[in-house]
T-cell receptor, first 113, second 112 residues
Framework: NAGVMQNPRHLVRRRGQEARLRCSPMKGHSHVYWYRQLPEEGLKFMVYLQKENIIDESGMPKERFSAEFPKEGPSILRIQQVVRGDSAAYFC???????????FGDGTRLSIL | TQLLEQSPQFLSIQEGENLTVYCNSSSVFSSLQWYRQEPGEGPVLLVTVVTGGEVKKLKRLTFQFGDARKDSSLHITAAQPGDTGLYLCAVDGSSNTGKLIFGQGTTLQVKP
């Protein structure tokens, strides 16, 4: 399967813990986008990365959230000191340029106890 | 305030019925995309419309971009249970980055 791979599919954390969400883009794609989806809502843009660079993080909360896309390995969305309001589905999408269609993974469902 | 307003928010119909869902805005867009998202999965791109007044067909689905490129509609003929899902419209939020801005979606349930 050459699609966008996200793991874990489900993640449960207690308040105050850290959550790490991983995204492996489609083969040949060097552009990665992260989106967050709350129940019964559309997706909200969080951050756009190219290899080793954050291009647009205008949708990222100012604190506790960070993202990276290293030269080797998957893109990581990291949430520190999670709170109940962080519970959501987090989707990653990849493309081979910033004006080509984005292909989405099946998301990570984060639940905060 | 949502840039893209989708209506209706929820729709439950019987198999075989026709339906139309809408995506409206007061802004003008160079293009607009429609996605379908099934429970537990990511959105899947259905179509991109680019030209004002454009109509695109995908089997029983007909997509139209408004003449002024501010709105779009999706019409489904003879809906089937397999059409059940969340239908999302989206536009490019930046010419430089390609980040997408989504509407809140229409949840469609087609009962057999």
């Amino acid at each position: 399967n050459a699609g966008v791979m996200q793991n874990p599919r489900h993640l449960v954390r207690r308040r105050g813990q850290e959550a790490r969400l991983r995204c492996s883009p489609m083969k040949g794609h060097s552009h990665v986008y992260w989106y967050r989806q709350l129940p019964e809502e559309g997706l909200k843009f969080m951050v756009y990365l190219q290899k080793e660079n954050i291009i647009d993080e205008s949708g990222m909360p100012k604190e506790r959230f960070s993202a990276e896309f290293p030269k080797e390995g998957p893109s990581i969305l990291r949430i520190q000191q999670v709170v109940r309001g962080d519970s959501a589905a987090y989707f990653c999408a990849s493309s081979n340029s910033n004006n080509q269609p984005q292909h989405f993974g099946d998301g990570t469902r984060l639940s905060i106890l | 305030t949502q840039l893209l307003e989708q209506s209706p928010q929820f729709l439950s119909i019987q198999e075989g019925e026709n339906l139309t869902v809408y995506c409206n805005s007061s802004s003008v867009f160079s293009s607009l995309q429609w996605y379908r998202q099934e429970p537990g999965e990511g959105p899947v791109l259905l179509v991109t419309v680019v030209t004002g007044g454009e109509v695109k067909k995908l089997k029983r689905l007909t997509f139209q971009f408004g003449d002024a490129r501010k709105d779009s509609s999706l019409h489904i003929t003879a809906a089937q249970p397999g059409d059940t899902g969340l239908y999302l419209c989206a536009v490019d939020g930046s010419s430089n980055t390609g980040k997408l801005i989504f509407g809140q979606g229409t949840t469609l349930q087609v009962k057999p």
